[in-house]
């Protein structure tokens, strides 16, 4: 078991780019969640997905934010275009199922300046 | 809607003490509740979980919480700590079991020193 696999591990780029942030869910999970942890919020859950599916993203900042999971193995988050107040450090967790706990992988560390 | 409140955001002890992380929660339904802990650059991993039954959960690590409903607190508990016990450790609840709408607190960190 591999557990859950983002990449990369740390982002830098200036205001105005394109982001996007990646994530393997481990193999044979249903749900994928993606999160954003800051000092000042904590760990927010900007989206969450059911079998591919997307089911509740009301905690996607704004526009610029967007996730998509074209398949059971893989998902996007992309912000565009990235401020400086999105940095933080993005997690994507999955789980078996709605009653299973969540895996964590070891995050993005996003800077942008 | 529910909602976390970790007590303490820093816990500093000495090796070989007791610990107790408070965590009190607020919920108009019945909750399942999660302790969650944080090693540096690392993501979140389950330490132990409250579903139903007996009110003593114990987890992994040599932890345990208990559910307190009149009190709505399960506070994380270990009878002494050790140096790799450092991290970050994160109270969350759910009404729904599982973890669509898993709310977290604002986490504690434990420090622990020789």
């Known amino acids: 078991d591999a557990g859950v696999i983002q990449s990369p591990r740390h982002e830098v780029t200036e205001m105005g780019q394109e982001v996007t942030l990646r994530c393997k869910p481990i193999s044979g999970h249903n749900s994928l969640f993606w999160y954003r942890q800051t000092m000042m919020r904590g760990l927010e859950l900007l989206i969450y997905?059911?079998?591919?599916?997307?089911?509740?993203d009301s905690g996607m900042p704004e526009d610029r934010f967007s996730a998509k999971m074209p398949n059971a193995s893989f998902s996007t988050l992309k912000i565009q275009p990235s401020e400086p107040r999105d940095s933080a450090v993005y997690f994507c967790?999955?789980?078996?199922?709605?009653?299973?706990?969540?895996?964590f992988g070891n995050g993005t560390r996003l800077t942008v300046t | 809607a529910q909602s976390v409140t970790q007590l303490d955001s820093q816990v500093p002890v000495f090796e070989e003490a007791p610990v107790e992380l408070r965590c009190n929660y607020s919920?108009?339904?019945?909750?399942?509740l999660f302790w969650y802990v944080q090693y540096p650059n690392q993501g979140l991993q389950l330490l132990l979980k409250?579903?139903?039954?007996?009110?003593l959960v114990k987890g992994i690590n040599g932890f345990e919480a208990e559910f307190n409903k009149s009190q709505t607190s399960f506070h994380l508990r270990k009878p002494s700590v050790h140096i790799s016990d450092t991290a970050e450790y994160f109270c969350a609840v759910s009404s729904q079991g599982g973890s669509e709408k898993l709310v977290f607190g604002k986490g504690t960190k434990l420090t622990v020193n020789p």
């Open positions: 967790a999955s789980s078996l199922s709605s009653n299973s706990p969540l895996h």
């Open positions: 997905f059911n079998n591919n599916v997307p089911i509740d």
């Open positions: 919920s108009s339904v019945s909750v399942y």
């Open positions: 409250y579903l139903s039954g007996s009110t």
